[in-house]
C-alpha cells in the first residue's frame, strides 16, 4: 500500500481497541521470566559452546604476534578464532570499526579474538591465557584537543545558511554567544549484546538481541561473506538497546565464527565492562550557540555549531538538525564538524543529535529569555513557527508546541515561579523549577507484515518488527485486533524473525507509527480476502464483533477460513507527504529540582512532560515510554558521562559501578500528558513516535531549575556538584 | 576466573591454619567483593575457605559495656539490631548508606572492612596499578581522578578505601578481634588497622597471612547526636564522594571520621579540639597537607560545607 495523500476515515479512527490503555501482552511472560532473550534459548539447540571475547588492550595500533599456546590447552577448549584464521571479512555499511580485529587495532576492547569452550567458565578462564603482543600507536582522544582539525562531513547537511546571518548577529540588540560540552554516553541497557549461531550445512540460524532485523542479516551476511538467504535472524525479545543494537555487533560475528570453527552451536554475551568500549556510544559534543534578539524577544539572528569526533570513516553526532526547525528567525547558520577521535565508535544512542543539541539549545534559550527579562515559556512561544523556518512554503503537519507549554504551565503551576535565582528554600533544599521543548522529527520507513485467519477465528500478525520493551507486541495486535473486528485474545503476534516479512524495525521513534501501518496494509489485503471468500462487497463490509457485515448480512468472520487459512501480505510505503510537509512531534518538559545548600547535592523533585505525538497508539506504553526517557534524561543531566582518559584512550569507568545511570531514588512523581490528537499526514494510523521526543530537551528543563534554584549556570554536562560548590553561598 | 579448590572451615583457628598453609588461599564471606574481582582476575586465589559456616554471627554486650559484633554478622543485621540503632545510630545509618538491600544481605563485618577500592584502573587488567600488580605503576595519577584520595596519597596510589561502616567503626573507636594461624588472638584498634598506601598499596591493613577476623567490638556507649552524610551524585547504590561521619555532643564536642578522602577512614583526633569552633577550623586541621589532583580538589570544599551542615544540625 503506497501511502501518498492524507489519510481519510478508516477503521482505525473507531479506536475501540487502538487508543486504549491495555495492558502489554509480553508483560506475563516477561514478568515470569518465560520470555526467554537470546541468551536463554536453551531449547533451540542441544548442548551449546560457549564464547568468551577477548577485547584489545590498546586503543591503537597492531597486534606483533598473539601466541594461543596455553589457551588452546586449557581445559575445555574448542576453538580460538583470530582475525589470522577466521577467513576474509567483511565490513557491513552500519559498522566503522571492524567487529574483528587484527592485525590492525582501531580501538579500545576491539575484538581481537574469541575463545570457545564448553562451558562459559572454561571460556572466560582461557580468554585470559590468550598472550598478545601490541605495538601502540599515538592516538587522538581529546575532543577539544582535536577540535581544531575537525572537517565538514561529505555526507548530509553539514552546513545550513539563511539570510545574513552573521551580519544580522552582529546588529542584534541583544545577543547570547556561549559554548555548551555534552559529554560521550553510555546505552548501558539492562540486557547486553547477546547472540548464539548454530550453522547447519551453510546456513546460519542467529538467536540475538537485535532492533533492526533486515539490517542485521544484510550486515552479518556481508560480514561473513555468505549469502543473505542464507542466513536467518531470530530476536524476538530484546532487553533494551536504546539505539546500541541498531547494528550488527561483536556478539553475532563471533558466536558465528566461533560455531564454524568449533563445530558447535555457541553462545555468547558480552560481558558488562565491554559494553562501554566494545559497542557504540553517544559521542560528545562542543557546541557554539549564538542568538540575537530585538529587546522585546524577537530572534532575529540564531546560529548553532556542532563539534564531535568518530573513527575515520565515522559519523558526526548531528546536533544542530532540531536549531534548523525549531525557532523562527529570519537569518540562520548551522555547521557540523567531525574530529578524527581513536577512541571507540560513536553512533546512535536515543534521539540521536537531536538529544545533545537540545541540552545546549534549550539551555541558550533560557539565557536569552534572562537577558532579555521575558519569561522563559513567552519567549519559546513569541518565536514559534507554524513552517520550516529555512523553507517557508513547507508547513508543519501539526505543530502543537505553544499547547504543550500553556497545558504544562497550567497543570505544574508555572505562574507561582519566582524568575529570579536563588529565592526559594525549603530546609536544606534551595528550590528551582525550569522548562525545556521537546522536539524531534517523525520519520516513517516501509514496513511490511503478513496476516493470518484460522479456522479457529485466530488472527497472527508476523513481522519482523521489534519489540525492545517499548510495546511493539501490543499495538500490533491492538492494530490487527481493530481492524479485523476481534478481541485482542483471537491476535497472536510474532515479532523479531527474518522470515516475517521486513519491516521499519525499532528506531529513530519510526518504530511504532510504520509498522502498526504495515499491519494496517496487510489487514486492508486480508479484509480483501474475507470479503471476497464470503460474499460480501468488500468496499462496505464493517468488521466488528467477530462477524462481518455489508448491506443486510452479517456472517462470522471464522466462516472465511472454515476450509484453509487465509493469508494477505502487504507493506506500507510512504510517498513524499514528509518532504512537502514537515512532520515532527512536540512537547514541554517541566521539572523542579532541589540542590542542598550545603553539599550542592541535585535531587529532581517533580517532572512534567506534555506531548505532542500524534495519534497515542496505546496511553500505557506511550506514558512508559515517556517516562523512561525523562528518567534517561536526568542521567544524563545529573550523572551520565563516560569518563575520557585522554592519554590512554579509553572509557575508564566501563561498569555500572562506574558509570551512572539514574536509579529508583532518584526519580520523584512523574507526570505524562498527552495531547489529544491525530496527525493524518504521519500514516493511515495517525500516529507518530514519542519514545525519543520524551528525552529530547529533559537534560536543559533539569539545568535550567538547577540556575533558577542556585544561579549558577552550568553549560557542562552531566550538572554535578563541584560545578556547583564554589558559587552557592556559605553554610553555617 | 581462575579454578580455585574450596574448603568449609569448622572453627576459627583452623580456618586460620588452612589459609597459613596453602599458597594463595583467601577467606571467602559474602563473596560479594572477593567473587567479582575473581571473575575479572585481579583477585586470583588458588584455594578458598569459607567462613560462614564459623559460629561468629552474633551480636553479644561486652563486659565493659560495649558491643562485640561477629565477624559474620551481615550488614542487613548489624543496621538493624535496636542496641546498634539505638547506641551507635552512626554505624546503622552508615551501613545503610552502603550498597543496596540485596547486597547487605550478603556483605559481612569483616568482609565490608576487607573489601578493596573501587578506582576504575584497579579493575581493568590491561592497565598498570600498582595495588594489583606492585612494581606496574599507578595509571591513576594523571588520569581520570574525581573519585580518587585526597589525603594520604603516595606516588605509587591514590586509591581510597570505600567502606561507609569503616567510617563508623573508626569514628566510634571500634577495635578488630582476630585470630592467627598460631592460635593466638589479637586486638587492634581500628585506628591502627589500616595502612596508606606508601610503596606498598597492596598491603591494605596489618593483618599477617592467615589472620582471621573473629569480631569488632565497640566500646560503651558514647552518647551525642549521630550523623552519617554521605553525599553522592545519585541518590543511592553509589559509592561516595566524601562521607563525613560525626558524633556531636550537646555542648558542641564531639568526632568525626571522614570517607572517599583517604586510603583508610579518616580521621584526626586533635583536629576534633576545635569542634566548638567550627567546621571551617575542624577541616583546616583534619585535611592539613591535602594534596588533591585538580578533578577532586572540590572534595576539600565538601568535606568542610558538609561538616558545617551537619553541625548546624546538631545544635538545632
Ligand atoms: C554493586 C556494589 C555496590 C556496593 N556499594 C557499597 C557502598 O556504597 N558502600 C560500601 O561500604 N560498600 C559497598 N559495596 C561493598 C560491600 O559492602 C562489600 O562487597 C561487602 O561488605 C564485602 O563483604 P563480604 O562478606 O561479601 O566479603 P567477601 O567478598 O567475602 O570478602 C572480602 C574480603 O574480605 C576477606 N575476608 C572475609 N571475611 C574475613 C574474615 N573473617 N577474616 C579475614 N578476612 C576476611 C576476604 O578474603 C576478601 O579478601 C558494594 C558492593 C557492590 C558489589
Ligand atoms: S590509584 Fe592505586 S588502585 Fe588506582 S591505579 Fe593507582 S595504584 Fe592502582
Same mark, same amino acid.
Given at each position: 500500500m503506497r501511502f501518498d495523500t492524507p489519510a481519510t476515515a478508516n477503521p482505525i479512527d473507531q479506536l475501540k481497541i487502538i487508543g486504549q490503555p491495555v495492558?502489554?501482552?509480553?508483560?506475563?511472560?516477561?514478568?515470569?521470566?518465560?520470555?526467554? &532473550?537470546?541468551?536463554?534459548?536453551?531449547?533451540?539447540?542441544?548442548?551449546?559452546?560457549?564464547?568468551?571475547?577477548?577485547?584489545?588492550?590498546?586503543?591503537?595500533?597492531?597486534?606483533?604476534?598473539?601466541?594461543?599456546?596455553?589457551? @588452546?590447552?586449557?581445559?575445555?577448549?574448542?576453538?580460538?578464532?583470530?582475525?589470522?584464521?577466521?577467513?576474509?571479512?567483511?565490513?557491513?555499511?552500519?559498522?566503522?570499526?571492524?567487529?574483528?580485529?587484527?592485525?590492525?587495532?582501531?580501538? &579500545?576492547?576491539?575484538?581481537?579474538?574469541?575463545?570457545?569452550?564448553?562451558?562459559?567458565?572454561?571460556?572466560?578462564?582461557?580468554?585470559?591465557?590468550?598472550?598478545?603482543?601490541?605495538?601502540?600507536?599515538?592516538?587522538q582522544y581529546d575532543?577539544?584537543?582535536?577540535?581544531?582539525?575537525?572537517?565538514?562531513?561529505?555526507?548530509?547537511?553539514?552546513?545550513?545558511?539563511?539570510?545574513?546571518?552573521?551580519?544580522?548577529?552582529?546588529?542584534?540588540?541583544?545577543?547570547?554567544?556561549?559554548?555548551?560540552?555534552?559529554?560521550?554516553?553510555?546505552?548501558?541497557?539492562?540486557?547486553?549484546?547477546?547472540?548464539?549461531?548454530?550453522?547447519?550445512?551453510?546456513?546460519?540460524?542467529?538467536?540475538?538481541?537485535?532492533?533492526?532485523?533486515?539490517?542485521?542479516?544484510?550486515?552479518?551476511?556481508?560480514?561473513?561473506?555468505?549469502?543473505?538467504?542464507?542466513?536467518?535472524?531470530?530476536?524476538? &525479545?530484546?532487553?533494551?538497546?536504546?539505539?546500541? @543494537?541498531?547494528?550488527l555487533r561483536t556478539d553475532a560475528v563471533l558466536a558465528a565464527l566461533g560455531a564454524r570453527a568449533s563445530g558447535r552451536p555457541v553462545k555468547l554475551a558480552l560481558t558488562r565492562p565491554f559494553i562501554a568500549n566494545n559497542t557504540t556510544h553517544r559521542p560528545a559534543t562542543i557546541q557554539r550557540i549564538r542568538i540575537g534578539a530585538t529587546?522585546?524577544?524577537?530572534?532575529?539572528?540564531?546560529?548553532?555549531?556542532?563539534?564531535?569526533?568518530?573513527?575515520?570513516?565515522?559519523?558526526?553526532?548531528?546536533?544542530?538538525?532540531?536549531?534548523?526547525?525549531?525557532?523562527?528567525?529570519?537569518?540562520?547558520?548551522?555547521?557540523?564538524?567531525?574530529?578524527?577521535?581513536?577512541?571507540?565508535?560513536?553512533?546512535?544512542?536515543?534521539?540521536?543529535? /537531536?538529544?545533545?543539541?537540545?541540552m545546549a539549545l534549550e539551555i541558550a534559550m533560557d539565557e536569552m529569555a534572562e537577558k532579555l527579562r521575558i519569561d522563559p515559556i513567552a519567549f519559546r512561544v513569541m518565536n514559534d513557527t507554524q513552517v520550516d523556518p529555512e523553507e517557508p512554503q513547507r508547513p508543519f503537519s501539526q505543530r502543537h508546541l505553544t499547547e504543550c507549554f500553556r497545558i504544562g504551565a497550567e497543570r505544574f503551576g508555572w505562574d507561582n515561579r519566582l524568575?529570579?535565582?536563588?529565592?526559594?528554600?525549603?530546609?536544606?533544599?534551595?528550590?528551582?523549577?525550569?522548562?525545556?521543548?521537546?522536539?524531534?522529527?517523525?520519520?516513517?520507513?516501509?514496513?511490511?507484515?503478513?496476516?493470518?485467519?484460522?479456522?479457529?477465528?485466530?488472527?497472527?500478525?508476523?513481522?519482523?518488527?521489534?519489540?525492545?520493551?517499548?510495546?511493539?507486541?501490543?499495538?500490533?495486535?491492538?492494530?490487527?485486533?481493530?481492524?479485523?473486528?476481534v478481541p485482542l485474545d483471537k491476535v497472536v503476534v510474532r515479532l523479531g524473525d527474518s522470515s516475517f516479512p521486513a519491516s521499519a524495525g525499532s528506531g529513530g521513534q519510526w518504530g511504532a507509527n510504520s509498522s502498526t501501518a504495515g499491519v494496517y496494509a496487510a489487514c486492508v489485503k486480508l479484509r480483501e480476502a474475507v470479503a471476497r471468500k464470503?460474499?460480501?462487497?468488500?468496499?462496505?463490509?464493517?468488521?466488528?464483533?467477530?462477524?462481518?457485515?455489508?448491506?443486510?448480512?452479517?456472517?462470522?468472520?471464522?466462516?472465511?477460513?472454515?476450509?484453509?487459512?487465509?493469508?494477505?501480505?502487504?507493506?506500507?510505503?510512504?510517498?513524499?507527504?514528509?518532504?512537502?510537509?514537515?512532520?515532527?512531534?512536540?512537547?514541554?518538559?517541566?521539572?523542579?529540582?532541589?540542590?542542598?545548600?550545603?553539599?550542592?547535592?541535585?535531587?529532581?523533585?517533580?517532572?512534567?512532560?506534555?506531548?505532542?505525538?500524534?495519534?497515542?497508539?496505546?496511553? @500505557?506504553?506511550?506514558?512508559?515510554?515517556?517516562?523512561?526517557?525523562?528518567?534517561?534524561?536526568?542521567?544524563?543531566?545529573?550523572?551520565?558521562?563516560?569518563?575520557?582518559?585522554?592519554?590512554?584512550?579509553?572509557?575508564?569507568?566501563?561498569?555500572?559501578?562506574?558509570? /551512572?545511570?539514574a536509579v529508583h531514588a532518584d526519580i520523584p512523581h512523574q507526570d505524562v500528558i498527552f495531547l489529544d490528537e491525530a496527525d493524518p499526514m504521519s500514516s493511515p494510523m495517525k500516529a507518530k513516535g514519542i519514545g525519543e521526543l520524551g528525552i529530547c530537551g529533559v537534560a536543559a528543563a533539569v539545568a535550567n531549575a538547577i540556575y533558577n534554584a542556585t544561579g549558577v549556570r552550568v553549560r557542562n554536562y552531566p550538572v554535578t556538584l563541584d560545578k556547583l560548590l564554589d558559587r552557592l553561598p556559605g553554610v553555617g | 576466573m581462575k579454578s580455585f579448590t574450596y574448603e568449609r572451615a569448622k572453627s576459627p583457628a583452623e580456618a586460620a591454619t588452612a589459609v597459613a598453609r596453602t599458597q594463595g588461599a583467601k577467606f571467602i564471606a559474602g563473596g560479594t567483593n572477593l567473587l567479582d574481582l575473581m571473575k575479572l582476575q585481579i583477585e586470583t586465589p588458588a584455594?578458598?575457605?569459607?567462613?560462614?559456616?564459623?559460629?561468629?554471627?552474633?551480636?553479644?554486650?561486652?563486659?565493659?559495656?560495649?558491643?562485640?559484633?561477629?565477624?559474620?554478622?551481615?550488614?542487613?543485621?548489624?543496621?538493624?539490631?535496636?542496641?546498634?540503632?539505638?547506641?551507635?545510630?552512626?554505624?546503622?545509618?552508615?551501613?545503610?548508606?552502603?550498597?543496596?538491600?540485596?547486597?547487605?544481605?550478603?556483605?559481612?563485618?569483616?568482609?565490608?572492612?576487607?573489601?578493596?577500592?573501587?578506582?576504575?584502573?584497579?579493575?581493568?587488567?590491561?592497565?598498570?596499578?600498582?595495588?594489583?600488580?606492585?612494581?606496574?605503576?599507578?595509571?591513576?595519577?594523571?588520569?581520570?581522578t574525581r573519585q580518587h584520595a585526597v589525603i594520604g596519597t603516595s606516588d605509587a596510589c591514590i586509591a581510597t578505601h570505600p567502606s561507609d561502616m569503616a567510617v563508623a567503626m573508626r569514628a566510634l573507636d571500634a577495635t578488630v578481634e582476630t585470630v592467627r594461624p598460631d592460635a593466638a588472638a589479637r586486638r587492634i584498634p581500628i585506628a591502627e588497622f589500616y595502612r596508606l598506601p606508601g610503596d606498598t598499596p597492596q598491603i591494605e591493613t596489618v593483618l599477617q597471612p592467615g589472620e582471621l577476623i573473629t569480631a569488632v567490638a565497640l566500646p560503651k556507649p558514647v552518647g551525642g547526636t549521630h550523623v552519617y552524610h554521605k553525599v553522592r551524585d545519585r541518590a543511592s547504590y553509589a559509592f561516595a564522594l566524601i562521607s563525613v561521619g560525626a558524633v556531636v555532643q550537646r555542648d558542641g564536642t564531639g568526632r568525626v571520621a571522614l570517607g572517599g578522602v583517604a586510603h583508610m577512614p579518616w580521621r584526626v583526633e586533635a583536629a576534633e579540639a576545635a569542634m566548638p569552633r567550627g567546621a571551617k577550623a575542624v577541616t583546616a586541621q583534619l585535611l592539613a597537607g591535602a594534596k588533591p589532583t585538580h578533578e577532586n580538589a572540590f572534595k576539600l570544599p565538601l568535606v568542610e560545607r558538609t561538616l558545617g551542615a551537619i553541625m548546624a544540625q546538631a545544635r538545632s
Open positions: 495492558d502489554r501482552i509480553d508483560g506475563p511472560p516477561k514478568t515470569t521470566g518465560t520470555a526467554p &532473550y537470546a541468551y536463554e534459548r536453551h531449547d533451540a539447540v542441544p548442548n551449546p559452546a560457549y564464547g568468551f571475547v577477548v577485547g584489545s588492550a590498546i586503543p591503537k595500533g597492531r597486534i606483533a604476534s598473539i601466541n594461543l599456546d596455553d589457551a @588452546k590447552a586449557a581445559p575445555g577448549v574448542l576453538a580460538i578464532v583470530t582475525a589470522l584464521n577466521a577467513g576474509k571479512l567483511g565490513k557491513g555499511p552500519r559498522n566503522t570499526a571492524m567487529l574483528l580485529g587484527g592485525p590492525d587495532i582501531e580501538h &579500545y576492547h576491539q575484538a581481537v579474538a574469541v575463545v570457545v569452550a564448553e562451558t562459559f567458565e572454561q571460556a572466560r578462564a582461557a580468554a585470559h591465557l590468550v598472550q598478545v603482543r601490541y605495538v601502540k600507536a599515538d592516538g575532543l577539544a584537543g582535536a577540535k581544531n582539525s575537525a572537517a565538514k562531513p561529505d555526507h548530509g547537511k553539514p552546513d545550513t545558511a539563511v539570510g545574513d546571518f552573521a551580519g544580522a548577529f552582529a546588529a542584534a540588540p541583544v545577543q547570547h554567544d556561549e559554548t555548551y560540552t555534552t559529554p560521550d554516553h553510555s546505552h548501558a541497557m539492562m540486557e547486553p549484546h547477546a547472540s548464539m549461531a548454530a550453522w547447519d550445512g551453510n546456513k546460519l540460524t542467529l538467536w540475538t538481541s537485535n532492533q533492526m532485523i533486515d539490517w542485521g542479516v544484510g550486515d552479518l551476511a556481508l560480514t561473513l561473506g555468505i549469502p543473505k538467504e542464507n542466513v536467518r535472524l531470530i530476536s524476538p &525479545y530484546i532487553g533494551g538497546g536504546f539505539g546500541s @543494537k541498531l547494528f529587546p522585546d524577544g524577537r530572534i532575529t539572528a540564531i546560529g548553532h555549531e556542532t563539534w564531535s569526533g568518530d573513527l575515520p570513516g565515522g559519523r558526526p553526532e548531528d546536533a544542530i538538525q532540531q536549531t534548523r526547525l525549531l525557532y523562527a528567525g529570519a537569518n540562520r547558520m548551522t555547521a557540523t564538524r567531525l574530529a578524527v577521535l581513536d577512541l571507540p565508535e560513536g553512533n546512535a544512542m536515543r534521539a540521536p543529535g /537531536e538529544a545533545s543539541g537540545l524568575r529570579q535565582p536563588g529565592r526559594v528554600r525549603d530546609g536544606n533544599w534551595l528550590v528551582g523549577t525550569g522548562v525545556a521543548a521537546a522536539f524531534r522529527n517523525s520519520p516513517v520507513i516501509t514496513s511490511g507484515a503478513r496476516v493470518r485467519l484460522d479456522g479457529r477465528g485466530t488472527v497472527t500478525v508476523e513481522t519482523d518488527m521489534t519489540d525492545i520493551g517499548t510495546g511493539s507486541y501490543t499495538i500490533i495486535a491492538q492494530t490487527a485486533a481493530e481492524m479485523m473486528g464470503l460474499g460480501l462487497n468488500a468496499a462496505d463490509a464493517v468488521f466488528a464483533d467477530g462477524q462481518v457485515r455489508s448491506g443486510d448480512r452479517s456472517v462470522p468472520l471464522v466462516q472465511a477460513a472454515s476450509d484453509a487459512e487465509l493469508v494477505a501480505e502487504d507493506a506500507i510505503e510512504f510517498g513524499n507527504l514528509a518532504t512537502t510537509h514537515q512532520i515532527s512531534t512536540f512537547g514541554a518538559h517541566f521539572v523542579e529540582v532541589g540542590v542542598d545548600a550545603a553539599t550542592a547535592e541535585i535531587r529532581v523533585r517533580r517532572m512534567l512532560a506534555v506531548c505532542s505525538g500524534g495519534r497515542i497508539l496505546n496511553p @500505557k506504553s506511550a506514558r512508559s515510554q515517556v517516562i523512561g526517557a525523562m528518567t534517561m534524561g536526568v542521567g544524563a543531566a545529573l550523572m551520565e558521562e563516560l569518563a575520557v582518559d585522554k592519554r590512554r584512550g579509553f572509557f575508564v569507568n566501563h561498569d555500572l559501578a562506574g558509570y /551512572e545511570v | 584455594h578458598l575457605i569459607d567462613v560462614n559456616g564459623l559460629a561468629l554471627d552474633k551480636i553479644e554486650p561486652t563486659s565493659d559495656g560495649g558491643l562485640r559484633i561477629g565477624a559474620l554478622v551481615r550488614n542487613t543485621d548489624l543496621a538493624a539490631d535496636p542496641r546498634v540503632r539505638q547506641d551507635y545510630a552512626l554505624l546503622s545509618r552508615a551501613l545503610l548508606a552502603g550498597a543496596s538491600g540485596q547486597l547487605r544481605n550478603k556483605a559481612t563485618t569483616a568482609g565490608n572492612l576487607l573489601q578493596r577500592t573501587r578506582c576504575p584502573y584497579f579493575y581493568d587488567t590491561n592497565q598498570p596499578c600498582n595495588k594489583r600488580q606492585p612494581g606496574s605503576g599507578c595509571a591513576a595519577i594523571g588520569g581520570i
